[in-house]
C-alpha cells in the first residue's frame, strides 16, 4: 500500500540548501522556496507539467512559465539548471533563464514535439541586448536535427558570447553515421558561433531512456550532479 501523496512543500528558511532537484514528472506537488541564498543547481523542471508548481521567492512557475514575469524577482545564485521544454519555446525558455542571471551551466532535455516555430530574428535579438548569457556549458539531450531542434540551438550558438562548450547527446545511430554529424555542423552553424574558442561535442547516448541525464542526479555531493560522462 503506498503511503500518502505530498502536494506542497514550503522551504521557508534554508541558509544552507545548495541543491533543490525534483525527479517526479507527474506529480501534483508545489514547492515553495521563500529563502534560500546559497541555492547554486535547480532541477528537474517540466514544462509540460501544468499541475506542479515552483514559487521561487515571488515568482511562480507552471513548468517552465512564469505566471506573472512582472513579479518576477532575479536569483543570482543559481548556476547550473536542468529543464525539460517539451514544445522547446524558446520565448518560455528564454524567459526561464532571465529569473538566473548567473546561469553557467544549462541541460535541456529536447523534444521531438512537431510544430512549433523558433524564428527568432528581430524580437530575440532586442531580447539579447538585455539578457547577458553567461552560460559557459550547455547540453542538448537526444538531439536528432529535427527543425524545431536545430532552430532551437542556433540561438544559442549565435548568441551565448561566453559559451565555452556545448555538448549534443545524440542517439547511438546518428552518433555512427559520420555523415550526419557533418551536415548539423553546417546546418547549426557552429563555425558561425559568437564565443571564440568554444568546442562543439556529438556524444553516443549509451541509454536505452533518454531522459535518464535529466532525471537521474549522478552524485548529490558534486557541485554538478547532472553532469554525465557518457
Request: net charge neutral; proline share 4%; with cysteine.
Amino acid at each position: 500500500m503506498s503511503g500518502p501523496t505530498i502536494e506542497e512543500l514550503i522551504i521557508e528558511d534554508a541558509p544552507i540548501l545548495e541543491r533543490l532537484i525534483s525527479f517526479e514528472r507527474y506529480s501534483r506537488l508545489h514547492i515553495s522556496v521563500i529563502s534560500a541564498p546559497k541555492l547554486e543547481t535547480l532541477g528537474c523542471i517540466f514544462e509540460n507539467n501544468d499541475k506542479t508548481m515552483l514559487t521561487l521567492g515571488s515568482t511562480t512557475f507552471l513548468g517552465i512559465c512564469s505566471i506573472d514575469m512582472r513579479a518576477m524577482v532575479p536569483m543570482h545564485t543559481v548556476k547550473v539548471l536542468s529543464v525539460f521544454p517539451l514544445s522547446l519555446c524558446l520565448d518560455d525558455v528564454l524567459n526561464f533563464i532571465r529569473c538566473f542571471p548567473c546561469l553557467e551551466k544549462l541541460y535541456i532535455q529536447l523534444s521531438c514535439a512537431q510544430g512549433h516555430k523558433n524564428q527568432w530574428p528581430r524580437k530575440h535579438r532586442n531580447l539579447i541586448k538585455s539578457l547577458d548569457l553567461c552560460l559557459k556549458t550547455i547540453v542538448m539531450i537526444n538531439y536528432q536535427g529535427a527543425a524545431e531542434q536545430s532552430e532551437f540551438v542556433t540561438f544559442f550558438v549565435e548568441n551565448a558570447r561566453m559559451l565555452e562548450s556545448m555538448r549534443f547527446v545524440v542517439p547511438s545511430y546518428f552518433y555512427h553515421d559520420k555523415n550526419w554529424i557533418r551536415s548539423q555542423n553546417r546546418q547549426l552553424k557552429l563555425d558561425k558561433s559568437s564565443s571564440r574558442g568554444v568546442s562543439f561535442t556529438f556524444t553516443e547516448n549509451k541509454f536505452h531512456h533518454n531522459m535518464i541525464h535529466v532525471l537521474r542526479a549522478s552524485d548529490l555531493s558534486a557541485a554538478d550532479p547532472f553532469h554525465c560522462n557518457c
